[in-house]
């Protein structure tokens, strides 16, 4: 089955402790995406990735970091998480030829509380 | 810049029509336009390529106007399925980020 996998699906961690969310997906797509959600404020992107090695930053990308370092595989680092990074965590993935023509995939989402 | 989305909620009985609209105050190359059901992923509906372009998704369309930097996703005859949390994104002009509008709950009641 297609599919974008995240995990954990719901983590509660404390200020400063270093967290990784992975995120993979099994298309074979080029493009892949972190997203945030928050209430009132939709989607923001955080990091997007065209392929390998190849990573630039989204709207709201302070506070992370991300590697590429596989076609299937996007983790989502965050080196000294904090209490504004609580949130609901999305990563998309989509096939090449840039977003204008092709829709995006979403994992599950990932619940991150920061205490 | 984020796009704005109006109305921020709407409730509709079964059966009746909605507009959900989505303006930005940049150049829109780009609509994209997802359904997000509660506790679920988003999950893609459509993509507006052109200014003008109108394209359906079952008894969902939409249109864009780039003129205007506007879109609308017009829903008809809605169905109980129809609930959710509709956004629109729009591309930048490199088509590698899509911001998303802050989203229009829409409740759908028997």
């Known amino acids: 089955e297609a599919q974008v996998t995240q995990n954990p699906r719901y983590l509660i961690t404390v200020t400063g402790k270093k967290l990784t969310v992975t995120c993979s997906q099994n298309m074979n797509h080029e493009y892949m995406s972190w997203y945030r959600q928050d209430p009132g404020l939709g989607l923001r992107q955080i990091y997007y990735?065209?392929?390998?090695?190849?990573?630039d930053k989204g709207d709201v990308p302070e506070g992370y970091k991300v590697s590429r370092k596989e076609k299937r595989n996007f983790p989502l680092i965050l080196e000294s998480p904090s209490p504004n990074q609580t949130s609901l965590y999305f990563c998309?993935?989509?096939?090449?030829?840039?977003?204008?023509?092709?829709?995006?995939?979403f994992g599950p989402g990932t619940r991150l509380t920061v205490l | 810049q984020q796009p704005v989305q109006s109305p921020q909620a709407v409730i509709l009985r079964e059966g009746e029509d909605a507009v959900i609209n989505c303006s930005s105050s940049?150049?829109?190359?780009?609509v994209h336009w997802y359904r997000q059901k509660h506790g679920e992923a988003p999950v893609f509906l459509m993509i507006?390529?052109?200014?003008?372009e109108q394209k359906g998704h079952e008894k969902i369309s939409a249109s864009f106007n780039e003129k205007k930097q506007q879109s609308s996703l017009y829903l008809t005859a809605s169905q109980l399925s129809y609930s959710g949390t509709y956004f629109c994104?729009?591309?930048?002009?490199?088509?590698?980020?899509?911001?998303f509008g802050g989203g229009t709950r829409l409740m759908v009641k028997p």
């Open positions: 990735s065209m392929n390998v090695e190849v990573t």
């Open positions: 507006l390529l052109k200014g003008g």
């Open positions: 998309a993935s989509s096939s090449s030829g840039g977003l204008s023509y092709n829709e995006q995939f």
């Open positions: 994104g729009s591309e930048n002009n490199a088509g590698n980020m899509l911001t």
């Open positions: 940049k150049a829109l190359y780009s």
